[in-house]
């Protein structure tokens, strides 16, 4: 029987561990924290859970008065409004980690039902490939015993973990990272969010939200620099008319504990001041003190491991997949890697990671969800596309729900009218994105898209007319 050994229980081990126990090997999981990884444990599932909490805050303050909702409370009468909807943080993170360790539970079960063997400890290679084309991991648990572990096939997902920066070092309880955020008990009266990429952007929008005073340190120019740049400016124009202070070009050099206070110095010498500061500035692969290179991985200076578009590393029998291989910070593409591999290993049928079908999304509010190809890339000539963007203040369901801001936009080839990329910006962005990812992956027209029925009135009624408007435009660039 074949043997696979994975390390890291991530989407893209444990994901592999099915597929592998599905096709019949000898699958063994070696995990230290508990399957599911950071992506359940610490991040995805605990982040999103925080959100929807959030999410219904905002709703909620951004359109009970338009919708003609009444709330009564005990509140004085005075000239102004005041907020009569809280949140008990000391239950909300209760909830986050309860959900969380349910779903590493589950993982579990499904894994262990599939077949598959699930070790607790901290893997690591042993040497190059032996004569046979095995490879030896070597498991250390954690009262410092070791087993050695004879595989056939060995895929590393071990992840990564959060960036720190030596002036403002973590603390867990002023100065946090995400890992830390669902430790505390009360909600942070002045935030200072370190980091505008999407989970400074996330966690930014969501305590805003619960009712924290928040501050967005961005070293760029705008917030979320890696999205459409059209839906950065929606979502920076939100963020600014709900009372965050957003601050551009300010690179943060350090943070302190003052007393019950922290202080975030920036480049340019100015210092600012909050009860809490969140570190959001990326994240490290989990690759040191693994043997990889000494197995005959190659790593790139970044410290992540180098596949190809089928999982494989430089060493032969080594599989990677997820956050370790920097490919992209996403749960399912991280589990589209490990399964890539497994399928590869074994001999099924597989086609190779394509990146431009993979959709993605951002969950502040609005989301801003994406496919394919974007608009950096028409914008530089990497391919030839139409594009059309419908503010969704025309369609008759936002008018309903009181939403007021967000887009559809579609990519398109000039000639053929196929579909290649798209961005939603809108409350479930993460649902309305799919029949664009449908229309990008199975090459679709805009011209199939505008003939397929939508309901009325609904928000997917906008990606049908955009539609709409590019197959237009196509028959007018013929004519």
């Not at 502040?364 to 530089?380: K, M, N, S």
């Not at 994105?433 to 397929?452: F, G, K, M, R, Y």
């Amino acid at each position: 029987m074949t043997r696979i050994v994975i390390i890291g229980g991530g989407p893209g081990g444990y994901e592999a561990a099915l597929v592998g126990a599905q096709l019949g090997a000898e699958v063994t999981v070696v995990d230290c924290d508990g399957l599911g990884g950071a992506s359940v444990l610490t991040d995805c599932v605990p982040s999103k859970t925080l959100i929807a909490t959030a999410e219904v805050m905002t709703t909620f303050d951004s359109s009970y008065e338009e919708l003609g909702i009444i709330v009564a409370d005990d509140t004085p009468h005075i000239e102004q409004a005041a907020r009569v909807v809280g949140v008990d943080l000391g239950k909300v993170n209760r909830r986050v980690k309860r959900l969380a360790l349910a779903q590493s539970h589950d993982i579990t079960a499904s894994v262990t039902r599939a077949g598959a063997r699930v070790m607790r400890g901290r893997g690591r290679l042993e040497g190059l490939q032996a004569a046979d084309g095995s490879r030896t991991v070597v498991v250390t648990a954690a009262d410092g015993t070791e087993e050695r572990l004879t595989a056939d096939a060995v895929l590393i997902a071990t992840g990564g973990h959060p960036r720190e920066i030596p002036d403002a070092l973590p603390d867990g309880e002023r100065i946090l990272n995400w890992t830390q955020v669902y430790d505390l008990d009360e909600l942070p009266e002045e935030l200072i969010v370190v980091g505008s990429g999407v989970t400074g952007a996330e966690f930014a929008g969501a305590y805003q939200a619960l009712g924290s005073r928040v501050t967005l340190v961005s070293s760029r120019d705008r917030v979320l620099p890696g999205e459409d740049p059209d839906a950065a400016a929606v979502l920076e124009d939100v963020f600014r008319r709900r009372g965050m202070n957003v601050m551009g070009r300010s690179r943060a050099q350090a943070a302190k504990r003052v007393g019950d206070r922290v202080e975030v110095t920036l480049a340019d010498g100015r210092v600012i001041s909050g009860s809490h500061c969140l570190m959001a500035v990326g994240a490290i692969p989990n690759s040191a003190g693994m043997g990889l290179e000494e197995a005959g991985v190659r790593l790139k200076e970044s410290g992540h491991i180098w596949t190809d578009k089928v999982s494989r590393t430089s060493a032969p029998g080594v599989y990677a997949a997820g956050d370790v291989t920097g490919i992209f910070a996403l749960a399912s593409v991280a589990a589209m890697q490990g399964r890539i591999a497994m399928y590869h290993f074994l001999g099924d049928a597989v086609a190779p990671l394509d990146l431009k079908t993979v959709s993605s999304n951002v969950f502040t509010d609005p989301e801003i969800a994406t496919v394919g190809y974007t608009q950096a890339d028409v914008d530089a000539g990497k391919i030839d596309a139409r594009v059309v963007k419908l503010p969704l203040l025309r369609n008759p369901r936002a008018k309903m729900q009181g939403i007021r801001d967000g887009f559809v936009k579609i990519f398109c080839r000039p000639g053929t009218g196929i579909v290649v990329g798209g961005c939603v910006v809108a409350p479930r962005a993460s649902e309305l994105i799919h029949p664009i990812s449908i229309a990008v992956d199975n090459n679709l027209t805009v011209e199939q898209i505008a003939n397929a029925f939508t309901v009325y009135p609904s928000l997917s009624g906008s990606i049908a007319e955009v539609a709409r408007q590019l197959h237009t435009r196509k028959r007018a660039g013929e004519a």
